[in-house]
């Protein structure tokens, strides 16, 4: 309790203290323009742009419908509602609109923010929500300014320099990881194009080199091992070494090695439709986002090979992708959003995700965010009624009163994975020890992926290896009265995969929408069912239904083997012509 009351107080003290140095940075000399017209670098949706207009406001799973209401007059239904608000991303959907209603809003809802909160007041005031509303305010410099007067500019660079002094002072407070990189980007931003930041701009760029050595793992990995936020760095720091390089200040040694090391583990955690494996609390990521990134930061070549990337396999043939989490998940501070996924794949075919994992359900409250970390909801096996690693409260955290501080606890301490390729496919063999400590039981799962990437070939076991864990199994045998250890292994659907049993309950067909057949077929030593499912998506109201092929069953031995396989049904042409950009849904839906 006492550290927990030390770190309540802590959090206390970071937020006076971000509020000190938000009204003591006006003190310091402020821009007076720009060194070059900047560039956009960042780009939003048409859609939520005209949503914005419309009056319609989207933000982490709450829609208010206010047409006419200020930006800053909303009603906040959470926090984190707040908090979208404040990091400006909206403004890249208004300036992907471009209109003259959409500039008009976005000019008003910008001084609104400088009238309430320009001076140091309010949630806003944060290292990482201020380096991502600087961004954004320096790449959409000139659809702000237009036709402005010049107390409206000068109100706009005034802002600007006591941000940018902010940074310089309280970098330092935000989280390793994406949000110290928000920041420090932020920072630099300023110091590359506003005149009278010059001086900024080196301590921010030393800065970021340390951050880049220590915070990018040799093989191109964060230690949360989100695949979307360490996409949303690379993003991030391609911007800073395109904004480099268009002065004329060439690259700098640690960046441009952060970017190369981050390139090909990106590839390798992209999936053939070119969205983003879904594991640890990330998702697809915006459509085109990270091909935009790659191609600006200029790194050729193609998804690593050799090994896992930032941990995960990846099983690649034709137009089949096939994802798994191979490696130790994230631990301590790291491990805040991430899930219990350890062995758990996706596989997606052309433009259409078959299996997937349920993804976040952070925008959906608590009780989602809380469901969608657990194994159960990814495709992988679980012993019925308990996930791979376990969330527990930190003691470093405990106190603060909100789900963000829960982390993984009793995570499986041995995972083992080997990637094989042969005239036939590829093969992966992988395994974790998770459920040792409850069970007595590891998982060892085998998945060959043929050449022509139609048939996915899978193999879970779960076993007692060592006399140590059978005589836990053993000890599990008494308390359930002989009747063994009750397993799930979970296949959940993409939404847009219609399922159907067929062959009197010995298969499932699988229906894309391209005109693709998958069937899905065990080996019997298990009860297979369709069970209904969600599909967790940020941009939606609620979470979207859809269902889950699932083989149950009991180890009462000490091990059991269960085989299965998905393939393409034989009369499936090789080639499908596949339109899927050409579909369009509502993002509120």
């Not at 400006?88 to 500039?103: I, P, Q, V, Y």
């Not at 806003?124 to 929500?129: A, K, S, V």
């Not at 995972?415 to 007595?440: C, E, F, I, S």
Request: with cysteine; glycine share 12%; charged share 25%.
């Amino acid at each position: 309790m006492a550290a927990a009351r030390k770190q309540a107080g802590r959090s206390e003290a970071d937020g006076a203290w971000n509020r000190v140095h938000a009204r003591l940075a006006g003190r310091g000399r402020g821009a007076t323009g720009f060194v070059s017209q900047p560039e956009p670098r960042s780009f939003g949706s048409v859609a939520r742009g005209r949503q914005l207009v419309a009056g319609n406001f989207l933000f982490s799973g709450f829609l208010i419908e206010a047409p006419g209401t200020p930006l800053w007059d909303l009603p906040i239904p959470a926090p984190r509602f707040e908090q979208e608000l404040h990091g400006f991303l909206w403004l890249d959907d208004l300036a992907a609109l471009g209109t003259a209603e959409a500039r008009a809003k976005a000019q008003d809802w910008l001084q609104g923010w400088i009238a309430r909160y320009g001076t140091g007041r309010g949630p806003g005031w944060t290292p990482d929500l201020t380096g991502r509303r600087l961004i954004r305010w320096i790449n959409h410099a000139l659809f702000l300014l237009h036709a402005r007067d010049r107390a409206a500019s000068d109100a706009y660079f005034a802002a600007l320099g006591r941000q940018a002094a902010y940074l310089a002072r309280r970098w330092r407070a935000a989280s390793p990881g994406l949000p110290r990189f928000e920041a420090l980007c932020g920072l630099v931003y300023a110091g590359l194009s506003l005149t009278g930041l010059e001086t900024r701009l080196e301590p921010a760029l030393a800065a970021l080199d340390t951050q880049c050595d220590r915070e990018i793992d040799a093989a191109g990995g964060i230690a949360s091992r989100n695949p979307e936020q360490l996409m949303e760095v690379f993003t991030l720091l391609s911007w800073v070494a395109e904004a480099l390089h268009g002065l004329g200040r060439g690259g700098r040694p640690p960046l441009t090695a952060a970017l190369e090391r981050m390139a090909p583990t990106l590839r390798a955690l992209r999936h053939v439709d070119g969205g983003l494996a879904r594991f640890h609390g990330g998702g697809r990521g915006a459509e085109g986002r990270l091909d935009q990134a790659l191609a600006a930061a200029g790194i050729r070549g193609g998804a690593r090979r050799e090994g896992l990337a930032m941990g995960f396999a990846r099983l690649a043939a034709a137009r089949t992708s096939v994802i798994v989490d191979a490696a130790v998940p994230p631990g301590g501070a790291a491990s805040r959003n991430a899930h219990a996924s350890t062995l758990a794949f996706e596989l997606t075919s052309g433009r259409r995700p078959v299996i997937v994992n349920c993804g976040s359900g952070a925008i959906f409250g608590e009780t989602w965010r809380r469901a969608g970390r657990a194994t159960a909801s990814h495709s992988t096996l679980a012993i019925d009624g308990t996930s791979s690693s376990r969330l527990a409260l930190s003691a470093l955290n405990r106190g603060r009163g909100t789900g963000e501080v829960e982390v993984l606890e009793e995570i499986p301490r041995d995972v083992r994975a080997q990637v094989t390729r042969n005239a036939r496919g590829q093969h992966l063999m992988v395994g974790h020890d998770g459920y040792v400590p409850t069970h007595g039981m590891t998982h060892v799962r085998k998945l060959s992926l043929s050449r022509d990437g139609r048939v996915l070939t899978g193999e879970d076991t779960l076993g007692a290896l060592t006399e140590r864990d059978r005589a836990a199994f053993d000890d599990e045998m008494t308390r359930s009265r002989m009747q063994g250890v009750p397993y799930s292994i979970r296949f959940h659907l993409h939404p847009d995969v219609d399922a159907e049993e067929d062959m009197g309950g010995g298969a499932v067909s699988l229906v894309l929408r391209s005109g693709e057949t998958w069937v899905f077929r065990h080996d019997g030593s298990a009860e297979m069912r369709l069970e209904p499912s969600v599909y967790l998506e940020a941009g939606r109201l609620r979470p979207r239904g859809t269902e889950q092929i699932v083989l149950s069953g009991h180890v009462t031995e000490g091990a059991r083997q269960i085989g299965w396989t998905l393939a393409k049904a034989e009369d499936t042409p090789r080639v499908t012509r596949d339109f899927a950009l050409a579909e369009v849904e509502d993002e509120a839906g």
